[in-house]
Structures are given as C-alpha cells and as structure tokens.
C-alpha cells in the first residue's frame, strides 16, 4: 500500500518541480525589458536585463524613468522630427553625420536616441570595473593611456567637470587611437559639429535624470558606481568593429 502510494505522489511531487522550474524560466523572460512602442522609422531595441539587475549600483526606478520616459521621449520626437522628409530613407549614423544642416530637434532628439541605444548596451549585471586581459580593447586602453586606472581616472574627470548635461566618451578618433572626450546636451561624437571626432566605444550619461533619484547631486558617487556595470564585451566588439 505504502508503494503503491508513494509512486503517485512522487510523480505528483517531479511534476511540481519541473512546473517550478518552468515557471522560473518564464519569469527570468519576462523580467527582460521589452521596448515601448515608438511609431515611425527608428525603434527602441528591448534591454538585455531587467530594470533591477544593476542594483545598487543602479536602481530599479532610474532605470525604468530613464528608459520608457527619456529614451523613448527622444525617439517618439525623433520620429516626430523626420516625419514626411528625406531623413526618413537615412540612418541615424548618417543623420548626426550631417546634423549641422538639420534643425535642433533633430539634433537633440537625434543624440538622445542613439545615445541611449549605446549607454544601454554598455551596461550588464555581469560587468566589471576593467576589461579582461585576453579582450583587445583592454591592450589599446593600455598602450594609449598607460594603464587601465589612468584611462579610469581621465574618463572620470571628463564624466565629472562636464558642465550641466551631458555625456562622457570613449572613442576611436580619427586617427585610429583611443581618446577620451564629453559633450553637451545629447550631443556625441559622430556629430559632423563634434568638438572631437570619431566612433563611440563606451559613453556615461550624465544627465541628472541617469542618476539623480539614487545618487542626488553625488555626481562622483555616480560614476563610480558605473565602473561596476560595464559591459566590455560590448565595448570590445565595437572596438574591433570600430577598427575594421
């Protein structure tokens, strides 16, 4: 009798657990941040992590007001911006490429846009303060700055003293080299009116939004943080992409 009941029960008790499992996985899923809806040619890509994955470097809340407010308030006007004219059959690359011809709107919701795209991309709840040393991105930080915590301690300074909103940068300049460099507003270094020049790597939003509901005005205490979330892989393949 004890047998015959114990088989049922230990099927009934298998059948929980892979239920449970499955329920799991289907939570991880869903935790995963699809993107607003965002009529028109450009699109918001879903995040590859839930809002509370970088916590508490960066928190839950930030994240979300950041991500379908900001981003998505750059996208909707850019799309907005565009409507019924030629940029409509033009890339964004191509875009900020020649903004200097384009009205402030496009400009400033154009940044956003692709500013985001790549902020979001540069984060992971798997980074870390400093590539690997196998990643090819982590030689070019050394033969161009010295060693890694030079480059931190320039990138931090650029973050730190841009003054008001903006961003800080890590670029391939012109001239094929590593270099540092911020910008105003939701300007960046594609723009064809860039102070410095050349291909995003890794960029930190220093917009007050990015940081202000954790951090107040602890600007510093911010960037900081920020050094923890990176996501070199990603800066890696941009960098390789970058240089070919």
């Known amino acids: 009798m004890k047998l015959l009941y114990g088989g049922p029960i230990m099927l009934i008790m298998l059948g929980m657990m892979i239920s449970g499992c499955c329920q799991n996985s289907n939570k991880e899923s869903a935790a995963l941040v699809s993107a607003p809806e965002t009529p028109g040619k450009f699109k918001m890509e879903p995040l590859d992590y839930p809002f509370a994955s970088l916590e508490p470097h960066i928190d839950a809340r930030t994240m979300q007001i950041h991500y379908e407010k900001h981003h998505a308030g750059y996208t909707k006007n850019l799309n907005n911006a565009i409507k019924g004219t030629a940029l409509e059959s033009k890339s964004i690359e191509e875009i900020l490429g020649e903004i200097s011809k384009q009205s402030a709107a496009v400009r400033n919701n154009g940044g956003g846009y692709y500013n985001h795209n790549l902020f979001w991309k540069n984060l992971s709840p798997n980074g870390s303060e400093k590539p690997g040393a196998n990643l090819e991105i982590s030689k070019a930080i050394d033969a161009a700055f010295g060693n890694f915590y030079k480059f931190k301690k320039e ?90």
């Open 155 to 244: 990138f931090t300074a650029a973050a730190a003293t841009r003054f008001g909103s903006g961003w800080a940068w890590l670029i391939l300049d012109e001239k094929g080299k590593l270099a540092i460099s911020s910008t105003p507003n939701q300007d960046n270094p594609l723009m064809d009116l860039a102070e410095k020049k050349g291909i995003p790597l890794l960029a930190i939003d220093v917009w007050e939004h990015a940081y202000y509901l954790q951090y107040q005005n602890r600007r510093p205490d911010y960037i900081s943080a920020f050094f923890n979330v990176i996501n070199w892989e990603e800066v890696n393949r941009r960098y390789l992409t970058a240089k070919n």
